[in-house]
């Protein structure tokens, strides 16, 4: 049993979804379906035949051992689930990816969840519109129409939708131009109102209000050794109020796949000795995930007790305002270590907070005490420019360092 697998378990509990375990390459000599029963068990699942409830099938992908039995029982489920579509209706699907070519324009990869999808449609797929002009299907042969669940290549979106966005069929470009309006309309005047997620902060107010009844919390690592640290440690917290829930854990740093798992099932994410690479901390600011980082366990543990009373100190949240890697290193005398560095995404700004990273491990933060464009001082300097930096009592900086500059913004309790 993998990480992955164990996330993979995580994802479907937190979602509340029915789980089937196929237990793959079990044609070769070694391989032993009883024990990886017995690590699952460790997760929570046990398998029918030895009197639990989760459905466990030995198959080879390679031999094709099993694979039947395993469509058979997805069958059954889909049937014991009612799960239905209906091929008359226009289609709706949701996308998986989407890329831009040369030869062939935005192609996007569909999975059609109800209806049927045909070559000519009018569709609208997240903020994007488009006509339908040819259809790949997974075997790479051009199709006509496309069935529910069935996953197909498209073209014709006059731009790149993102992935997950919905698609559906409308009457025409009108109808189409239409609803695209109302969406910005509808943006503009802030109707469309992002879900509030749950933060430490507001944690009892909101068990008051009855909105929670659970503290779900995901937890990362730099080792397994502090994960059952955190979870032992956590798990002598008691509540009246409020439960814990520890839905995932795991090592290394903050995950795109942890941040969408806190926004869908409203998780607060603690991190131990671990950073937030920028694909995770877009999505995590987008979707107003609720992320602390914590050097030490037991202030983990006070800051969920407090968390739970409703007395955290005011809201202090990191703001991340830009990234640069490290180019080349030079020592200056008088001044010493200035990193010759590209800026990656944001800006660098002249005494503002700033971390070293390398390796993924955080290894000095300071503030940004020098910053020189060319020979002169620069006040901050954008994306895409090259830059000189001197970081507060630190002159270890190497080559492939990467600078992270932030600033902590303080906001005040409300009271009720």
């Known amino acids: 049993v993998m990480p992955q697998t164990i996330e993979a378990i995580d994802h479907a509990k937190a979602a509340n979804v029915p789980i089937i375990v196929a237990i793959n390459k079990t044609d070769l000599p070694a391989a032993n379906p009883e024990r990886v029963k017995k690590e699952l068990m460790e997760h929570g699942l046990m398998s029918e035949d030895w009197g639990g409830k989760t459905l466990m099938l030995s198959v080879s992908a390679k031999t094709g051992k099993g694979i039947d039995e395993l469509l058979e029982m997805l069958a059954l489920e889909s049937d014991l689930l009612e799960l239905k579509a209906d091929p008359t209706a226009p289609a709706i699907g ?20 109800d209806g049927t999808l045909r070559v000519g449609d009018h569709v609208i797929a997240g903020n994007q519109t488009g006509k339908i002009r040819a259809m790949i299907n997974d075997r790479g042969q051009r199709i006509r129409e496309a069935l529910p669940s069935t996953p197909v290549e498209i073209m014709g979106l006059e731009a790149l939708p993102k992935a997950g966005d919905h698609l559906r069929v409308v009457k025409d470009e009108r109808e189409a131009r239409q609803i ?58 008691k509540s009246k109020n409020v439960r814990l829930n520890i839905i995932h854990s795991g090592i290394w740093d903050v995950t795109e796949s942890d941040a969408l798992l806190a926004a869908a099932s409203n998780a607060v994410i603690i991190g131990f000795h671990v950073v937030l690479p920028s694909g995770a901390r877009d999505i995590a600011e987008r979707e107003e995930v609720d992320i602390r980082f914590y050097e030490i366990i037991y202030e983990v543990k006070t800051a969920i007790e407090k968390a739970m009373e409703g007395l955290l100190t005011p809201e202090e949240k990191e703001v991340f305002v830009g990234l640069a890697e490290v180019r080349q290193v030079f020592k200056v005398s008088k001044i010493g270590t200035i990193a010759g560095c590209s800026v990656q995404k944001g800006k660098i700004v002249r005494n503002f907070s700033c971390r070293v990273v390398r390796d993924g491990k955080r290894i000095h933060e300071g503030k940004v005490v020098s910053l020189k464009r060319f020979k002169d001082d620069a006040r901050e300097v954008l994306e895409g420019f090259e830059c000189g930096i001197g970081v507060s009592n630190y002159d270890e900086l190497v080559a492939g360092d990467r600078i992270e500059v932030f600033e902590i913004q303080k906001k005040a309790r409300k009271l009720e």
Request: glycine share 6%; aromatic share 0%.
């Open 94 to 113: 949701v996308v998986v990816e989407a890329e831009l070519s040369k030869e062939k324009g935005v192609l996007a990869t569909i999975l059609v969840q």
């Open 180 to 237: 695209m309006e109302s969406k910005e309309t509808q943006i503009q005047q802030g109707k469309m109102a992002r879900i509030s997620h749950i933060t430490l902060e507001h944690l009892l107010e909101d068990v008051k209000a009855g909105k929670v009844e659970e503290l779900k919390l995901i937890l990362k690592s730099d080792v397994q050794g502090s994960v059952e640290a955190l979870r032992n440690t956590l798990g002598t917290i």
